[in-house]
């Protein structure tokens, strides 16, 4: 099923709580979280991309698309910026390369309700909560997001928000978005996965 969308997986992060190392590649019933999010991902994109800043240590991704940030040090926007100057589609969907459990029918229904707009960013909304590592940016947001970054305010994704049009696909908190957007940001967090 193609897309004008590119898959996009922010694989950096500093991940000090893991000790050094880079979450995507964190083993979870014997597979590393970027391969499980690129199995579940991969019938959607033509395109998938990675952002990393330590392209050594995803070698064995080398048919996808491997690129650094441009912007260092700006956190997830950084990534988004990278990913959406390498597109060679209309729009990125991004995803945090520590959520090892995406669900295939938020993400179809996520693309769905995109084609519908004209929105700069699609955000899933759970309840009031957003999950912006987890949204569809179109390339009409560049712009903005380049001026955003070359200010240097803010880096923080919530605060580039108010600078473009954005639109939320409603959903209601249940044990499917639970899992969904789960992220693992230390090893306790591996520790209470009992799926």
């Known amino acids: 099923m193609a897309n004008r969308i590119s ?3 922010l694989a950096g992060g500093s991940s000090k709580r893991f000790g050094g190392i880079t979450k995507a590649n964190v083993v979870i019933d014997g597979e590393t ?8 991902i991969s019938d959607f994109f033509d395109e998938i991309i ?22 260092l040090k700006a956190g997830p926007l950084g990534g988004i910026h990278a990913a959406l100057k390498t597109s060679s589609e209309d729009a990125i969907f991004v995803f945090a390369g520590d959520m090892p459990f995406l669900n295939k029918e938020i993400i179809s229904d996520q ?25 569809i940016y179109r390339k009409s947001a560049l712009n903005h997001l380049e001026r955003f970054l070359l200010e240097g305010k803010s880096r923080a994704v919530r605060d580039f928000l108010s600078e473009v049009n954005v639109g939320y696909l409603q959903m209601t908190k249940n044990e499917k978005t639970d899992i969904a ?15």
């Open 7 to 9: 898959g996009v997986i």
């Open 33 to 40: 979280i970027i391969s499980r999010i690129i199995s579940t």
């Open 50 to 71: 990675i952002v990393t800043n330590k392209p050594e240590e995803f070698q064995e991704y080398i048919k996808y698309k491997i690129v650094k940030d441009q912007f």
């Open 111 to 135: 693309i769905n309700e995109f084609n519908k707009k004209e929105h700069d960013v699609f955000i899933p909304k759970v309840d009031k909560f957003i999950e912006p590592l987890h949204a």
């Open 181 to 195: 957007f789960v992220n693992i940001n230390s090893p306790s967090d591996l520790e209470k996965i009992s799926f």
